[in-house]
C-alpha cells in the first residue's frame, strides 16, 4: 500500500526543510569564526566589587598583540591592565578594580595597537546589588545584525509558506 502525500504538505515540508538548512548555514557561520573570529573579551564573573581582583580573558587578537584593556562608566575610563597575546592570539589579564569605582554597569573594553577590539558589560558591586534595566549605552536589539538575521528567515519562512497555501488554492477544483 502506497502511502500518498496531499501536494500541500509536501510543499510545505520541503519549504520548512529549505528554511531550516538555511537556518542552519547561517548559525554555523559565527560558530565556524573561531581562528578567524573577531576579538573577544571576557570576564568570567557574575559581578566585580570595587578594590578586588580579577580575570580578564582575551581571544582572537592579532597574535603577539599588545592589548590594553580599560573600563568606562559615565564617561569615567579607568585603566585596568595590559596583556600580549599568545601565538595564537589567546591572552589573559588580572585586573583590580580601583576601590573608588562606582557601582552599576560599566563597559570593559580591550584594545590592541592595529586597531581591533573587544568590549563587554560587567556589573560593580556586591552579589546584593540590583538594577533597575539594561546597561546605560547598551545598544537596541534592532541595532543587532543577528536580529535581521532571524527576522529575514522568519519572513521568509511565513512568506513561503503564504505562496505554498495560495498556490494549493488556485490548484483545487471547485
Do not use: C, K, N
Amino acid at each position: 500500500m502506497q502511502l500518498r502525500v496531499p501536494r500541500l504538505v509536501r510543499q510545505t515540508l520541503r519549504g520548512l526543510a529549505l528554511g531550516a538548512l538555511g537556518g542552519v548555514i547561517i548559525g554555523v557561520a559565527p560558530a565556524m569564526a573561531h581562528g578567524a573570529g573577531l576579538p573577544t573579551v571576557i570576564v568570567p564573573l557574575d559581578h566585580v566589587v570595587p578594590g578586588v581582583t580579577f580575570q580578564v580573558l582575551l581571544s582572537d587578537f592579532p597574535p603577539g598583540a599588545a592589548v590594553h584593556i580599560t573600563i568606562t562608566s559615565a564617561g569615567r575610563t579607568t585603566v585596568l591592565a595590559d596583556a600580549t597575546m599568545g601565538s595564537d592570539g589567546h591572552g589573559e589579564a588580572t585586573a583590580t578594580l580601583p576601590s573608588t569605582f562606582p557601582f552599576g554597569y560599566v563597559q570593559v573594553i580591550a584594545a590592541a595597537g592595529d586597531g581591533s577590539a573587544a568590549d563587554t558589560w560587567i556589573r560593580i558591586g556586591d552579589s546584593t546589588y540590583s538594577s533597575p534595566g539594561s546597561a546605560a549605552g547598551e545598544t537596541p536589539i534592532w541595532e543587532d545584525p543577528s536580529f535581521w538575521i532571524l527576522a529575514v528567515f522568519v519572513l521568509g519562512v511565513v512568506a513561503a509558506l503564504t505562496l505554498l497555501a495560495t498556490r494549493a488554492r488556485r490548484q483545487r477544483p471547485g
